[in-house]
Every structure is written in structure tokens, then in C-alpha cells.
């Protein structure tokens, strides 16, 4: 095959290909993604919206401080300590 017939062949495969792709993405009905409040970053604050879901609940404390009840039978346990230090060295 020469360079020509390649590019003819290329461009015969390409264009059909190139205008049928926009016709079949708007054809899949998906709704856009909508933000509620509950998924907005820290900081945001959007309006209500009737089409987002509830709030989620609270977290409760289960029956032992430090426990986490995740549902379903499992619970988490969180312990243990944090420390942060602040200062300049000193020689």
C-alpha cells in the first residue's frame, strides 16, 4: 500500500466513526450530576433541594465511650492520643 491509499483507508474509517459518537452519547438519557448540600465541600453552602436525599443521621455513641456503632453488627473502637508540637530549636 502506498502512503496515500493508507491515509485514504485512515480517513474512511475515522470520519463515519467521529460523526456517529456525539449521536450515540446524547442518546444515553443520564442526568447530569447535581451537588446537594450533604456532598458539598467544606465551606460551600448550597440551597435545599427536594431531589437530594435526607441528611444522613448523627453519629450516636454506642454503649461503651470510644465505640463507634457502623452498622450491621460492627462496631470501631477509637483510641489512643494525639500530640502536635510547635517551637523553634534551640542550640
Keep these: 500500500m502506498t ?3 493508507s491515509a485514504i483507508l485512515a480517513l474512511a474509517v475515522l470520519v463515519p466513526a467521529a460523526v456517529a459518537l456525539p449521536a450515540v452519547a446524547g442518546e444515553r438519557g443520564v442526568r447530569p450530576a447535581r451537588l446537594c448540600p450533604q456532598d458539598a465541600p467544606p465551606g460551600v453552602r448550597l440551597p435545599d433541594r427536594p431531589d437530594c436525599r435526607e441528611a444522613p443521621q ?3 455513641s454506642g454503649a ?3 465505640f463507634i456503632d457502623l ?3 460492627t462496631s470501631l473502637r477509637v483510641s489512643g492520643r494525639a ?3 510547635v517551637g523553634a530549636r534551640t542550640r
Design 3 to 5: 502512503a496515500r491509499s
Design 58 to 60: 448523627a453519629v450516636r
Design 64 to 66: 461503651a465511650p470510644g
Design 71 to 73: 452498622g450491621n453488627g
Design 83 to 85: 500530640a502536635y508540637e
